[in-house]
């Protein structure tokens, strides 16, 4: 970092400066203290988040832990031919971006159709009694909720099924079908954070003028007419940006999440990329394999982002740069 | 003026960041640096005092880093190294420990963060023998100092004591050994356990075939026992019918067929026989149905709360489980039996290795060896066993004349310091079962007994290589674990017990490992063997 930062200011002394670029010169000049109040954050960025990124290049190597960067092989691609043909990529993929999608469609508009609902909600008391409770669940690890899931979807045991009983529907044993592990998964994932994404839209719904819902209602709107034409649309930008975000992290499941409720009767519906990096690259210490693999990961979220940006730009004229 | 001070404000803001910046890349490892160079500079030069050969020694002060292993007595110590047994243990080998503990369950990230970062203790203690994982490569990359030639001149009783079995874990291809080994003289550990109490209101007597098992199960079931067999997820602490029919699958359990060294699980005939066994279980209700998603805590729970007739666990845990037990259900009384035995007469778990902890000595201190070992050493000594035992003479029990008086442990915090002295801070020693504790209680003799008629006798083994396989490290698929199947191959069990396979179809399963890297394992593992590359033949 320190060997890269000096060489521009030093190009730029050697040639003559263009007219451009002493004007820009002259305006950092002129707002230098500004400048310099940024420079501990550039830093910082450049530190701990620019840097890192360059110990990607493990994944070109053969990383070996006692040569380091320096003295490891070069292997090219090789890991990445590895990834590709591995004989069971296409399912892995394929189930990463099967549950990326069910979770974009049913998760996240969750806590939208969650919040509108709150919002109707009259009584203060009450609202606040039922906010606290679902956001609850958003900090409990893991480890526990598998737990709770496991306990509540037991087929002799488990409520789920002694519901299902009622219906004269035979017990069913969730956990370890590949047809329902991943509605497990999304359903948990609900479960845990509806609640609390409804922060961020209950606060977006604070800040829509009052006046805007009195003249609606001067004009006979209904309270379903008034949240189709006021409160979706003043809802837009915060949801079309947390779409947006929600898109880059789209093969980004979660480790964990899956991790706690796979067993091997489940495996075909519920390996994903994750869980395949943290076995492959963690578990067998193979790190230049898993970089190579997370690194395609960060590269398609990447590209996923910058169409889903570029769409909505067009769109909507909401977008994230 | 304002506009001065904001300058100058942020500009030491900026270079008091940029200064901790400089420093945080020069802690990062410096791998090419040679590990020795940076010990011998914080060193004092060996010889300061030569003029005083008979003054007493100074302690010599070393780090060491190990593993918590759950031991709640030291998890929850605020600083182990002002533990009195520490401080006695330093005393008694005229040492200064500075002991760096690393947490139980982050054991493995923690110590590769270790070599990363070449932060690393005088001494390291490795899990099993120098193959494990957690070395990453270490021992290859020379990190350790050969202790081979030390040991031979200063370490007599540590060769002498250590069994050979043990050594040859510790002992690399060119014959160099790089750690001390503490070491399991029985590693047949695991054992079945029955509900004695049930066993004789059926009337049936203990049984001994797989078939006599089934019957007993069956009339656990008839009595009303919620799960006869205590199953748990991907047949961890239940693999016992496999045992029976010697198909283990583990990374210890291969067998060398018609010249070629390949996992037991190949044997169809022995394989379709043991997954019937498990099939017929579960479709009679004799474990429960919901294995599949049995964790530890909920087996532990269920056995304890006397819902099991049968199940597997570790001998060594039959005084704590058994109270346990008892409080919850008084009339229980539990056994250990041995294993289901298959059409070869034999039965049992997988055996353990020899080789439970290990210590490495690394380069940086190099200069200290010699009394290293002899800390070592010291653990070998009668009065190293009376400390480890028992504890501090005086504060911990009393000489009966010759005879130590000493009052097992009774409350949970006892037990821990018990548990803390005993398999802890004893690094070097048989670690099968504690003599001279076990020996104190009525159920301690009976322990001993088991452990040395019973457990002696059983136990599943195959060969084991030193270094992992690389068919196994390049397709995790059908990489197996220390006591469970590699995924690929528990899959196809689980949905053969459930029946959304039939068992018949073992030889496709066959077909399947091979295609995704098992023939490549076969090629491999025959290969090694046959150059004569580190392989542990079975210990039983």
Known sequence: MNSHAPTTPNASRAKPPKPKLRSTLSFMLKYKTLYLLAVPGVVYFLVFKYVPLLGSVIAFQNYNLFKGFTGSPWAGLAHFQKMFAHYDFLRILKNTIYLGLLDIAIAFPAPIVLALLLNEVRKLAFKRTVQTIIYAPHFLSWVIISGIFVGILSPSSGFVNTMLSWFGIEPIYFLVENAWIRPVLVGSGVWRDVGYGTIIYLAALTSINPELYEAAEMDGANRWKQTLAITLPSLLPVITVLFLLKIGDFLDFGFERVFVFQNSLNLDSSEILDTFIYKAGLQQMQYSYATAIGLFKSIVGLTLLVIANTLSRRATGESLY | ?540
């Open chain 2, 1 to 540: 003026m304002k506009k001065r001070s904001s300058i100058f404000l942020v500009s030491v803001l900026m270079i008091s960041l940029l200064a901790a910046c400089t420093q945080s890349p020069s802690a990062t490892p410096s791998t090419d640096a040679p590990p020795a160079s940076g010990g011998t500079a914080t060193e004092k030069p060996a010889d300061d005092k030569p003029s005083e050969p008979e003054a007493p020694k100074e302690p010599t002060k070393f780090s060491i880093g190990m593993r918590t292993l759950n031991v709640k007595y030291v998890e929850n110590h605020a600083n182990i190294n002002d533990d009195p047994y520490v401080k006695a243990l330093e005393r008694f080998t005229n040492t200064d420990l500075d002991i760096r503990l690393i947490p139980h369950a982050e054991y493995e990230t923690k110590m590769v963060q270790m070599f990363a970062t070449n932060d690393l203790t005088d001494v390291i203690q490795a899990s099993g023998g120098i193959s494990g994982k957690e070395l990453a490569g270490s021992v290859e990359a020379g990190v350790f100092v050969d202790l081979k030639p030390y040991l031979e001149e200063h370490g007599k009783a540590l060769l002498e004591t250590i069994p050979e079995a043990a050594w040859e874990r510790v002992t690399d291809a060119e014959g160099h050994i790089y750690g001390i080994p503490e070491y399991l003289g029985n590693p047949s550990r695991r054992a079945t356990w029955i509900r004695m109490d049930l066993l004789e209101k059926t009337g049936l007597p203990v049984p001994k075939t797989v078939d006599e098992f089934l019957e007993v199960l069956r009339a656990f079931k008839k009595l009303g026992v919620e799960e006869p067999f205590a199953g748990r997820a991907e047949f961890k602490y239940a693999d016992t019918f496999f045992g029976a029919y010697d198909v283990f699958g583990y990374g210890n359990e291969l067998e060398l067929v018609d010249g070629k060294m390949q996992p037991k699980f190949l044997d169809v005939e022995n394989m379709q026989a043991a997954i019937g066994v498990y099939k017929t279980m579960y479709d009679e209700g004799l474990m429960s149905k919901e294995f599949a998603t049995v964790n530890p805590n909920t087996f532990k729970a269920t056995i304890t709360s006397g819902k099991a007739g049968m199940w597997s666990m570790n001998a060594n845990e039959l005084p704590i489980w058994g109270e346990q037990l008892v409080n919850n259900v008084p009339e229980a009384k539990v056994a250990l039996i041995p294993s289901p035995i298959g059409p070869d007469g034999k039965g049992g778990y997988s055996l353990y290795s020899p080789v439970t902890r290990s210590f490495l000595i690394t380069k940086q201190a190099e200069d200290k060896v010699v009394d290293i070992i002899k800390f070592f050493e010291w653990q070998t000594t009668e009065e190293a066993k009376l400390f480890f035992s028992y504890g501090l003479e005086g504060t911990d029990y009393a000489m009966n004349g010759s005879e130590p008086a000493y009052k097992a442990p009774e409350t949970n915090e006892e037990l821990d310091k018990q548990r803390y002295l005993n398999y802890w801070l004893w690094m070097v020693q048989d670690t099968t079962y504690n003599e001279l504790v076990l020996s104190q209680t009525e159920e301690g003799r009976a322990l001993i007994e088991i452990y040395d008629t019973m457990l002696a006798n059983e136990g599943r083994d195959g060969y084991e290589f030193n270094d992992p396989l690389e068919a196994w490290v390049n397709n995790p698929d059908i990489n197996p674990f220390s006591d469970r199947y590699p995924p690929l191959i528990n899959e196809h069990i689980m949905k053969m017990v459930f029946g959304q396979e039939p068992i018949a179809d073992w030889p496709k399963v066959i077909e399947e490992w091979r295609s995704k890297g098992g023939d490549a394992l076969i090629e491999e593992a025959t290969k090694k063997y046959n150059e004569g590359a580190v392989v542990y033949a079975p210990q039983r």
